[in-house]
């Protein structure tokens, strides 16, 4: 039979799908920035969908954030994408939309370039996979991060000449106070006489988680609306400007790159400012209160510091949402909903589980005739506590089981040291 030989026909290759995104950036909260953000976005959508070849795959958009940081949601999101395949090149205006650390922006680069993602940047018309395109992101990126540098210098040199002159920049909201461009620094004729209630009740005695629960209950919230916690009162009652005198330069920012608010110790130069606005509280009663925050951390600084326990973030309120807290009282350990430890029933209905009383409940549910962490971590993934000493104990597997935990007894609640406390008292009054 004769050999034959014919030639086959290849089947054409079908071009991957080839898959763009975009990336934007502004720095400022102006409505004028985030406006320039949506047009942003709508270029990048129109651009990539009308190029023939190019599958759209969005616009990852950031506001307000530097370029200098690492924080970016939208960003990290993009270099996840990327790192899984779904994306083959990005489009960003310029190297400073982009990153002004120019660490920061080689190593993305580069991690990008080796997982075969190619970054565009418009402005400079640079891809980041081409010959030179290194190079050139090398010397403009550490331009772009001089740049950022010498913004963040010149900004600081106006805040700091500002404080020379006793003005006041970047006012935070203050209870008692309200601000307007055309009256400046008033006081809040509503708020202002109860924040001087509260001076006047801490100055007098009454301690700080007592004065908190009284601004929830009358309604009275802080400046931005949150509930009162004694932190925040502390904070409150430690701040020199209601006396109508300004502490200026608390804190600085330590680099142009990280950003960071630092406390001032010394770092910076302060200054204090008389009369920059209406005083609030006179200054006897500022200083009473001051005394009285420095007696109270005193009392607090023997006492061991809150540690974390494997119920720490497990046990949960139905009534709140709050997640229980740790708390010692007479050397015996408990859990408490913070919402029902300073406001009180009327708000929460919840109540304080002995932690001897929580561990015995959820041993029995667990099977196990001594505590073992470990296998309350293993099985357990949180509680729900209700007030009727009811546990809803929600497990790894999905099972949900519920138990119920025992009240102490009054003799049970006792230490010996309040046994010995009571004897002594009664010796007293025997004698006496």
């Given at each position: ?57 969005g616009?990852y958009?950031d ?15 993009l ?14 205006k ?62 600081k ?163 709140c ?28 209905q ?83």
């Open positions: 039979m004769e050999k034959r030989v014919s030639r086959v026909k290849a089947l054409p290759k079908l071009a991957p799908e080839f898959r763009v995104a975009a990336y934007a950036r502004v720095s400022s909260e102006k409505d004028a920035m985030r406006h320039s953000l949506s047009m942003q976005v709508s270029y990048y959508s129109n651009l990539i969908q009308s190029h023939p070849g190019w599958h759209y795959a616009v958009a506001e307000p954030v530097s370029g200098t940081k690492d924080n970016r949601e939208e960003f990290q999101r270099v996840k994408d990327c790192r899984a395949g779904k994306i083959n090149m990005v489009i960003t310029s190297i400073s939309r982009f990153a002004r650390n120019t660490v920061t922006l080689l190593e993305t680069v580069r991690e990008l370039k080796g997982l075969g993602v190619d970054v565009f940047f418009e402005e400079q018309n640079i891809h980041s996979k081409s010959a030179d395109g290194e190079l050139m992101l090398t010397i403009l990126a550490s331009y772009a991060q001089e740049e950022s540098r010498s913004v963040s210098e010149n900004m040199w106006r805040i700091r000449k500002a404080y020379e002159k006793g003005e006041i920049m970047c006012w935070r909201f203050m209870f008692g106070y309200k601000i307007s461009k055309e009256n400046g620094i008033e006081i809040d004729p509503v708020e202002g006489p109860i924040a001087q209630q509260v001076f006047s009740r801490v100055a007098a005695g009454e301690s700080l988680n007592s004065v908190a629960k009284w601004l929830n209950h009358t309604g009275h919230y802080g400046a931005l609306g949150g509930k009162w916690q004694t932190p925040r009162l502390r904070e409150m009652l430690s701040n020199e400007k209601y006396t109508g005198n300004a502490l200026l330069q608390k804190t600085y920012v330590n680099n142009h790159l990280e950003k960071k608010k630092m406390p001032n110790h010394g770092e910076v130069t302060q200054y204090y400012v008389t009369e920059t606005h209406p005083a609030l509280i006179g200054p006897e009663t500022f200083a009473a209160v001051q005394q009285r925050l420095a007696a109270i951390a005193e009392r607090h600084a023997g006492r061991p510091k809150r540690q974390t326990s494997e119920f720490t973030g497990m046990i949960r309120c139905p009534n949402g709050c997640n229980f807290r740790r708390t010692l009282k007479n050397g015996s350990p408990g859990w408490i909903c913070p919402t029902y430890y300073t406001e009180g029933k009327a708000v929460c919840s109540k304080k589980i002995p932690e001897d009383a929580l561990k015995k409940a959820i041993s029995e549910v667990l099977h196990i005739d001594s505590w073992i962490p470990d296998a309350f971590a293993e099985q357990v993934k949180y509680i729900v506590a209700s007030g009727s000493n009811t546990l809803e104990l929600h497990m790894q597997n999905g099972i949900v089981s519920a138990t119920t935990w025992k009240d102490r007894s009054r003799s049970e609640s006792w230490t010996p040291e309040m046994r010995e406390k009571a004897r002594e008292h009664a010796k007293r009054r025997h004698h006496g």
